[in-house]
């Protein structure tokens, strides 16, 4: 490990202290960083935010049943009998 040259070897010191200020000044931001985005997270409407990602819909009404034949548990099957061979090897 003696032999590895650090990174910062080109450095100047007045870069290596320009550099020190910054790792700073994000510490001390951090906390307030932190406490900013709790806030946010908490006055998010989670509806507005579905339906910006989503689209526009009825976020506040339960989804439709969904069709009667979907493929999901064939899907399982196939998965379930996949299973079976891989533990039979």
Known sequence: MKDEVSALSSWTPEQIAAGERWVETWRL?????????????????????IALLCGP????????????WSGLIEQQELFMRARTRERAR
Request: proline share 12%; aromatic share 6%; net charge negative.
């Open 57 to 68: 819909a009825d976020y506040t009404r339960p989804p439709r049943a969904p069709e009667p």
């Open 29 to 49: 931001a951090s906390d307030d960083l932190d406490r900013i985005h709790r806030k946010e997270l908490r006055e998010l409407d989670t509806y507005r935010t």
